[in-house]
């Protein structure tokens, strides 16, 4: 299945890209610049695509982000600390972002004849982020079925979108991927902050793997705070 992987240069879709290369036939990564306040992310996108010797294209949508206002991702606005699925992580979305990415990176499976679009979306995004549920998986694919119909079969390929983050680093082992060599960080400094929701989910993950996690955080004991304080709320599982 030649597959072309939709890649932020987290730890997700790293991992996604090394177990693709393992598993399928890899023909791309394709990055998205809308503009976000993290743009370092880019760089660990463009690294993966140069480790597994695949081209790399970074797709310039930051006029069209500049319109998707009121995050903390594109925004002046303070990235929260915390657990990821608190209510207080809503204003990370950015509406429509993984529809608009991947009806583009459809476009470009269906020129360069790939089979398959993968994208990282996994079960722990589902309280936040609706365009990372199952029903949005099954409602994308079937509208690009008719968007391409008569030129192009290409299927959304979405392993982790049941699973949650565990299973991906205990997928990303598997497939040899250099988790260091990923930045989830929303905060975007020199190192992962450790507190916001991303940070706190990371390390939270390779807990539950029981897989040693190579980051460097700046405050490394913040997220079992943030994990009792969600389970207080009844946020987490």
Same mark, same amino acid.
């Given at each position: 299945?030649?597959?072309?992987?939709?890649?932020?240069?987290?730890?997700?879709?790293?991992?996604?890209?090394?177990?693709?290369?393992?598993?399928?036939?890899?023909?791309?990564?394709?990055?998205?610049?809308?503009?976000?306040?993290?743009?370092?992310?880019? /760089?660990?996108?463009?690294?993966?695509?140069?480790?597994?010797?695949?081209?790399?294209?970074?797709?310039?949508?930051?006029?069209?982000?500049?319109?998707?206002?009121?995050?903390?991702?594109?925004?002046?606005?303070?990235?929260?600390?915390?657990?990821?699925?608190?209510?207080?992580?809503?204003?990370?979305?950015?509406?429509?972002?993984?529809?608009?990415?991947?009806?583009?990176?459809?476009?470009?499976?269906?020129? #360069?004849?790939? /089979?398959?679009?993968?994208?990282?979306?996994?079960? %722990?995004?589902?309280?936040?982020?609706?365009? &990372?549920?199952?029903?949005?998986?099954?409602?994308?694919? #079937?509208?690009? /079925?008719?968007?391409?119909? %008569?030129?192009?079969?290409?299927?959304?390929?979405?392993?982790?979108?049941?699973?949650?983050?565990? /299973?991906?680093?205990?997928?990303?082992?598997?497939?040899?991927?250099?988790?260091?060599?990923?930045?989830?960080?929303?905060?975007?400094?020199?190192?992962?902050?450790?507190? &916001?929701?991303?940070?706190?989910?990371?390390?939270?993950?390779?807990?539950?793997? %029981?897989?040693?996690?190579?980051?460097?955080?700046?405050?490394?004991?913040?997220? #079992?705070?943030?994990?009792?304080?969600?389970?207080?709320?009844?946020?987490? %599982?």
């Amino acid at each position: 299945m030649k597959t072309i992987v939709v890649c932020s240069g987290g730890l997700d879709s790293v991992s996604l890209a090394h177990k693709v290369a393992r598993e399928h036939e890899l023909v791309g990564i394709v990055s998205f610049n809308y503009g976000q306040r993290h743009q370092k992310e880019i /760089d660990f996108a463009k690294s993966c695509a140069e480790r597994l010797d695949v081209p790399f294209d970074e797709v310039d949508i930051r006029s069209i982000g500049k319109h998707l206002g009121g995050s903390a991702l594109t925004d002046q606005i303070d990235v929260p600390d915390g657990h990821y699925a608190e209510d207080t992580m809503k204003i990370t979305v950015v509406p429509n972002r993984n529809a608009i990415m991947l009806a583009i990176v459809f476009g470009i499976a269906a020129a #360069k004849k790939a /089979d398959a679009v993968a994208t990282a979306v996994h079960g %722990g995004d589902h309280f936040i982020y609706p365009d &990372c549920r199952p029903d949005f998986v099954d409602a994308f694919q #079937k509208m690009q /079925d008719k968007a391409l119909d %008569g030129y192009a079969d290409v299927k959304l390929y979405t392993p982790f979108v049941h699973v949650p983050k565990s /299973d991906i680093v205990k997928a990303g082992a598997a497939a040899d991927t250099p988790f260091a060599e990923t930045w989830s960080c929303y905060k975007g400094g020199d190192i992962h902050c450790g507190r &916001c929701g991303t940070c706190v989910e990371r390390r939270e993950a390779f807990h539950e793997a %029981g897989i040693e996690d190579p980051t460097i955080y700046a405050d490394p004991d913040y997220w #079992k705070d943030a994990v009792e304080e969600a389970a207080r709320n009844g946020t987490t %599982g």
